[in-house]
């Protein structure tokens, strides 16, 4: 029930962020067996602690849209500039996946998490991540994913995709997996696209990666955000010339500045109000661009992303997120 979950437990860094034995211990309740008066005076104390208390470093987790060692050094400005608006320390950690960024969030040892809408969904249901504010390009806060093929390849429209290799950029990505999946399965009434539809499904590590995949011919499909071919042109200038666009999903509303519960409401409201001064600083939104393509940070709310949310509650039994 809910394979989703097993497959974010068991993801490649998960053990690292969560294995951590004075959580634990933290967490646990005083014994039943103790004196009344001393356990409520500890229960007491503990809560006092907690909503008090937020970390002595704020650690923001990023995946990276192009090479991990490039965005790191490219979120160094934005650290700084947090640390300075917040009193705090701010350290920027790439992370592998956006699953990874959920469980290092859902393990408390990652704050702010910058989430595609899906990764935020799931992050909420599991460990009640909060979505904070939202990105705008272009002057809009939606944006759709799209199919990239080679150009001299045979496949003009969906139902050509049936039996091929498709290339995802994450599990947990939006407009890499979550919306084709549900828009394949609508169109073609498939219950398991990943076994039903494609002969294999192959998790690329990043929107870019995914349209290289296809570029260097060990994919036929790639899903990523529209268009995600340019972030890579620099290094690869053929690319324009040597894919193509097959079709789009539906719109999708843009990715979140999220955070963790535990972080106190002044926190919370320090953290916002940071990120939105960011739209007044041109250094920092330079900097926020250079990383995911941003050209404003707006104001989020959960019911912006229900149309994500029923996507994946009405997919969720066909969707093999465990078995990637």
């Known amino acids: 029930m809910k394979k989703w979950l097993a497959f974010l437990m068991a993801l490649s860094l998960a053990l690292v962020l969560v ?6 211990e933290s967490d646990e309740q005083p014994s039943g067996e103790e004196d009344t008066e001393a356990s409520e005076n500890s229960t007491e104390s503990e809560g006092e602690e907690t909503d008090s208390e937020d970390p002595e470093k704020i650690v923001m987790g990023f995946v990276p849209s192009t090479e ?3 965005i790191a050094d490219t979120v160094e400005p934005l650290a700084k500039q947090l640390s300075e608006e917040l009193g705090v320390e ?11 960024v959920v469980e290092g969030m859902g393990s408390g040892q990652i704050h702010i998490g910058f989430l595609p809408a899906f990764a935020y969904v799931l992050g909420n249901e599991k460990y009640d991540i909060d979505v904070m504010l939202k990105s705008e390009r272009y002057g809009s806060d939606q944006y759709r994913a799209q199919y990239v093929v080679s150009a001299d390849s045979d ?15 994450d599990i947990s990505s939006t407009s890499g997996f979550l919306f084709p999946s549900a828009q394949i399965m609508d169109e073609f009434s498939v219950e398991d696209v990943q076994e039903g539809f494609f002969s294999q499904t ?4 990043g929107h870019d990666n995914a349209v290289i995949t296809v570029l260097e011919g060990n994919a036929d499909v790639a899903t990523t955000f529209e268009d995600a071919r340019e972030n890579v042109q620099e290094d690869y200038p053929e690319v324009m010339d040597e894919t193509k666009i097959i079709g789009y999903t539906d719109w999708i509303p843009n990715d979140t500045i ?9 926190m919370k ?3 916002e109000e940071a990120f939105l001064s960011f739209n007044d600083n041109e250094e920092m939104i330079k900097v926020m661009n250079e990383v995911y393509s941003w ?16 996507t994946y509650e009405k997919f969720k039994d066909q969707i093999n997120i465990d078995d990637m």
Request: some cysteine.
């Open 258 to 266: 999220s955070v963790i519960p535990s972080l106190s409401d002044d």
């Open 202 to 205: 192959i998790p690329a590590g």
């Open 269 to 271: 409201t320090k953290i």
């Open 295 to 310: 050209d404003a940070i707006v104001e989020a709310n959960h019911e912006d992303y229900e149309i994500v949310a029923n």
């Open 155 to 169: 496949i003009e429209e969906l139902a050509d995709l049936e039996g091929k290799t498709w290339a995802i950029p």
């Open 90 to 100: 701010v350290e920027g950690k790439v992370m592998s996946s956006y699953s990874a």
């Open 19 to 24: 294995a951590c034995g004075s959580n634990e």
């Open 68 to 70: 991990s060692d490039k």
